[in-house]
């Protein structure tokens, strides 16, 4: 049985190995004695366990700090492992919010009992309905779209429109993305399955294996790199790293961008598929009060527009101004309005379906 799947199906067994990489990658942000000290629910601290590591961040605490006058302190490390931590901790975990991305890895902290349940009117009108759990006890507050890119010189514009051609026969030798352990992937793969089924859905990933140029390697950077170096014709990445190397003042990552299109796949049908970054209020938080709030400002319009500017990912409340040249020059584009919940129902058959393929 592949070490992956068993993860799946013990995703708290997966968590606890984790574990023992998270204390020798958390950040300079560890909480100090007195910083725990300092969590009590008096509403100054609030303490933060992000899988996010974006620098872009560091502005949007600043901003929270200055809107409420509550501190912000974080510890930043992998996902699963963080959420082993905060199960480790307990009641003494200083910890407040989880933030992490993709919705199947929300899922994973929901089913391991990290999060606690709350209400607010405010999150509830602004996070629509499909980004955020039914229970309140996580909600999105960024999307990324999971795109095609393609070589300008070998693939012509219309000849790929959906991601069901990537299974196609004529794109063999053509596509370069990411393992089929990667939760990106994961995620597509839960909305195909809800989508046409697991048997079709595993059939397309047979014909995606097919395709593969290489054996899957690197990141989504690393895809969109291949495609413009000549490895393959065809590439599957999330939209903000080729956003990242149009905004980026390298000559060779403007090169890149010269030699890729890009499309947003099923426009003509069911929208292209979006992944959230997301939070929820630790089961134990010390500060509930404190994380209600540092949600509640992540959905408001200025926090909005800073996902935009900062990390180049999509607002997720409706009419949010962007303010990112990239975004725009990106384009507008109809997203699946499928409920980001099944990316974590559909996870194991997901994975399952993908070993099944071949996809390493």
Same mark, same amino acid.
């Not at 994973?108 to 309140?136: C, D, T």
């Not at 209020?281 to 010390?286: E, F, K, L, Q, R």
């Given at each position: ?231 393959? &014709?065809? $590439? %599957?990445? !999330? ?10 003042? =390298? #000559?060779? +990552? ?64 409706? &009419?949010? $101004? %962007?303010? !990112? ?10 997203? =699946? #309005?499928? +409920? ?21």
């Amino acid at each position: 049985m592949p070490p992956r799947f068993q993860n799946l199906l013990a995703p708290v067994l997966a968590i606890m190995l984790a574990a023992l990489a998270l204390y020798g990658c958390s950040r300079e942000n560890t909480p100090e004695p007195q910083a725990q000290a300092d969590a009590r629910p008096d509403g100054g601290v609030i303490n933060i366990y992000s899988a996010r590591h974006y620098q872009s961040d560091d502005d949007l605490y600043q901003a929270f700090t200055d809107a409420t006058g509550i501190r912000v302190q974080r510890i930043e490390g992998k996902d699963d492992a963080l959420i082993e931590r905060i199960l480790q901790e307990g009641s003494a975990s200083p910890a407040d919010i989880l933030f992490t991305v993709d919705a199947g890895r929300l899922w994973r902290a929901e089913e391991a009992g990290v999060f606690q349940a709350v209400s607010s009117p405010v999150l509830e009108q602004r996070v629509p309905a499909q980004l955020r759990h039914p229970e309140g006890k996580w909600f999105g507050f960024s999307t990324r779209a999971r795109i095609i890119f393609y070589d300008k010189t070998r693939v012509e514009p219309g000849a790929i429109t959906r991601y069901e051609d990537l299974a196609d026969p004529r794109w063999q030798g053509e596509l370069c993305i990411r393992s089929g352990g990667n939760i990106y992937n994961l995620s597509l793969m839960a909305s195909l399955i809800e989508a046409h089924g697991l048997e079709a859905a595993e059939a397309w990933a047979r014909g995606v294996v097919a395709n593969f140029a290489r054996d899957p390697q690197g990141g989504d950077t690393d895809q969109i790199r291949a495609v413009a170096a000549g490895e393959c &014709g065809i $590439a %599957l990445a !999330n939209t903000y790293y080729f956003a990242r190397l149009m905004t980026s003042d =390298d #000559p060779a +990552d403007q090169a890149v961008v010269e030699k890729v299109g890009w499309v947003f796949p099923n426009q003509e049908d069911r929208g292209t598929h979006v992944n959230i970054s997301g939070a929820g209020i630790v089961a134990n938080a010390p500060n509930a009060a404190g994380a209600l709030k540092f949600l509640e400002f992540l959905a408001s319009p200025e926090a909005q527009t800073r996902f935009a500017q900062g990390n180049n990912e999509y607002p997720v409340v409706p &009419g949010a $101004a %962007l303010d !990112n040249p990239a975004l725009e020059t990106l384009g507008e584009f109809k997203a =699946d #309005p499928i +409920d980001a919940t099944l990316y974590g129902i559909n996870q194991a058959e997901a994975q399952r379906a993908l070993d099944r393929a071949g996809w390493k």
